[in-house]
C-alpha cells in the first residue's frame, strides 16, 4: 500500500530557530502533497497544498513566509517553521496523493509533534 | 461547495454494543467519501471509502458504512465495540479532479468496560 512517512517524529525547539521537517511517499509518486496543523483535541486544519515543481498554494490566513513549503521530487516535500514561536507549537500532518491513483485518496503520514519552549 | 457535519462530537458505547458515528455531507457533485480513525499522537488510517461504486462499504476492523444519498449521510457502524476501537474518528469528502479533503470536526470514541 501507499506509505506516507514524516521526519522527525516529534521535535522540541528553541523560541526564534528554525525547524524543519520531511514528508515522504515511500512508494509511489507524490505529484501533490497537503500539510495540515492540528491542534489538540480538534480536527485538521489545511495550511497549504504543494505541488512538486511548484510553488504551495497557502490557505487563508496561514503565513506563507513563515511556514516554508519546498516540493522539490515526487517523493519529498518539507515544511519549515521559520522563526518558531511558542503559539507554533502543534502536531503538524502531511499527506499525499498518488499521481497513479484515479480515487483523489490522500495517504497520510504519522505525524510531527513540534514544541517550541 | 462542501461541507461535511459529524453530529456529536463524543460518542460513548459499551463494550459489545453497537457503534454509529454519524456523518452528513454537502456536495453539488458527485462525493467520495472517507471514514478515518487517529489514535494518541499519530496520523489518519483509512477505515474505508466510497468512491461511486458499492453504496455499503466494508472496512478494516469490521467497521462498514453506507452511502445514503437521499439522506446525503455516510454513517459509520460496527456491530460489536471493542476497547481498541477508543479514538478519534474523522470524516471526509471530496470530488473527482482534486486531492483537496473537507474534513469533518471529528468524533471521539469512547468504549465503557
Known amino acids: 500500500g501507499a506509505v506516507v512517512s514524516q521526519h522527525p517524529s516529534w521535535v522540541i525547539c528553541k523560541s526564534g530557530t528554525s525547524v524543519k521537517i520531511e514528508c515522504r511517499s515511500l512508494d509511489f509518486q507524490a505529484t501533490t502533497m497537503f500539510w495540515y496543523r492540528q491542534f489538540p483535541k480538534q480536527s485538521l486544519m489545511l495550511m497549504a497544498t504543494s505541488n512538486e515543481g511548484s510553488k504551495a498554494t497557502y490557505e487563508q490566513g496561514v503565513e506563507k513566509d513563515k511556514f516554508l513549503i519546498n516540493h522539490a521530487s515526487l517523493t519529498l516535500s518539507t515544511l519549515t517553521v521559520t522563526s518558531a514561536h511558542p503559539e507554533d507549537s502543534s502536531f503538524y500532518i502531511c499527506s499525499a496523493g498518488d499521481s497513479q491513483e484515479l480515487l483523489n485518496e490522500q495517504f497520510f503520514g504519522p505525524g510531527t509533534r513540534l514544541t517550541v519552549l | 461547495a462542501q461541507s461535511v457535519t459529524q453530529l456529536g462530537s463524543h460518542v460513548s458505547v459499551s463494550e459489545g454494543a453497537l457503534v454509529l458515528l454519524r456523518c452528513n455531507y454537502s456536495s453539488s457533485v458527485p462525493p467520495y467519501l472517507f471514514w478515518y480513525v487517529q489514535y494518541p499522537n499519530q496520523g489518519l488510517q483509512l477505515l474505508l471509502k466510497?468512491?461511486?461504486?458499492?453504496?455499503l462499504v466494508k472496512g478494516i476492523n469490521g467497521f462498514e458504512a453506507e452511502f445514503k444519498k437521499s439522506e446525503t449521510s455516510f454513517h459509520l457502524t460496527k456491530p460489536s465495540a471493542h476497547m481498541s476501537d477508543a479514538a478519534e474518528y474523522f470524516c471526509?469528502?471530496?470530488?473527482?479532479?482534486?486531492?483537496?479533503?473537507?474534513f469533518g470536526t471529528g468524533t471521539r470514541l469512547k468504549v465503557l468496560a
Open positions: 471526509a469528502v471530496t470530488t473527482s479532479g482534486t486531492y483537496k479533503y473537507i
Open positions: 466510497y468512491t461511486s461504486a458499492a453504496t
